[in-house]
């Protein structure tokens, strides 16, 4: 299997093949927690007011999401995995904007298939990607505001490179560092302990967030 890590969002509509979206702090994670409380889809949104016009169109669409960390006025949920696990939408569409993770999603409507992925459903994604192995697999880390890197997204695109080699690292190992990362500093001056704890956990979750594209982009389990 040819796996390749972009470190570059520049040229990702020029990728082809399966390409994993990874931002673990946090909208990956809180797109897994979404669909395994049974939304009924997830539609990632770049840009906020299109996110809050699509909101007052569809008034029954729940809105997630975050700026700075923090959810804008008016949101119905944050991007937090742990409250959109404990709200579980189940059969609701969730319309989610942040300032990472659903930034590039648009942009790979040509790549064939796309992912989310993060510690949590490593080996799910894995396993999945694993059924085609004659497709390139691209990995994306988003990095911080999609604009520089992230160690919690780099250290993910490793290990699931390594995973999919067949020759995975010890997470015990990379387990400490990514809880005293700038990220994770982050999220605990947010008092953000209980996501911090989802977000590195490695394979609570059993499924690939799998990328349809159509009138909006929407994420199914």
């Given at each position: 299997m040819q796996v390749m890590i972009i470190n570059s969002l520049s040229g990702l509509e020029r990728l082809r093949g399966a390409?994993?979206?990874?931002?673990?702090?946090?909208?990956?994670?809180?797109?897994?927690?979404?669909?395994?409380?049974r939304a009924q889809r997830v539609i990632p949104i770049a840009d906020l007011e299109e996110?809050?016009?699509?909101?007052?169109?569809?008034?029954?669409?729940?809105?997630?999401?975050?700026?700075?960390?923090?959810?804008?006025?008016?949101?119905?949920l944050d991007n937090s995995p742990t409250k959109a696990a404990a709200l579980a939408p189940a059969g609701k569409t969730v319309l989610h904007t942040t300032s990472a993770g659903t930034q590039a999603v648009a942009r790979l409507a040509k790549a064939g298939a796309v992912f989310h992925g993060s510690f949590a459903n490593a080996s799910a994604l894995a396993r999945h990607l694993g059924q085609d192995p004659g497709r390139p697999?691209?990995?994306?880390?988003?990095?911080y505001r999609a604009t520089e890197p992230a160690h919690e997204d780099s250290a993910f695109a490793e290990y699931l490179a390594a995973l999919l080699?067949?020759?995975?690292?010890?997470?015990?190992?990379?387990?400490?560092?990514?809880?005293?990362c700038p990220g994770a500093r982050r999220m605990k001056r947010l008092g953000l302990l209980a996501d911090l704890e989802f977000c590195t956990t490695l394979d609570s979750h059993?499924?690939?967030?799998?990328?349809?594209?159509?009138?909006?982009?929407?994420i199914t389990a």
């Open positions: 390409v994993v979206i990874i931002d673990v702090f946090r909208a990956s994670n809180t797109t897994i927690a979404l669909l395994a409380a996110a809050r016009g699509l909101k007052k169109a569809h008034p029954d669409w729940l809105l997630a999401g975050e700026r700075d960390g923090v959810p804008p006025p008016g949101f119905d697999v691209h990995l994306l880390p988003m990095g080699r067949g020759d995975p690292p010890d997470f015990e190992k990379i387990r400490p560092g990514l809880l005293d059993d499924l690939a967030p799998t990328v349809h594209y159509g009138e909006l982009p929407y």
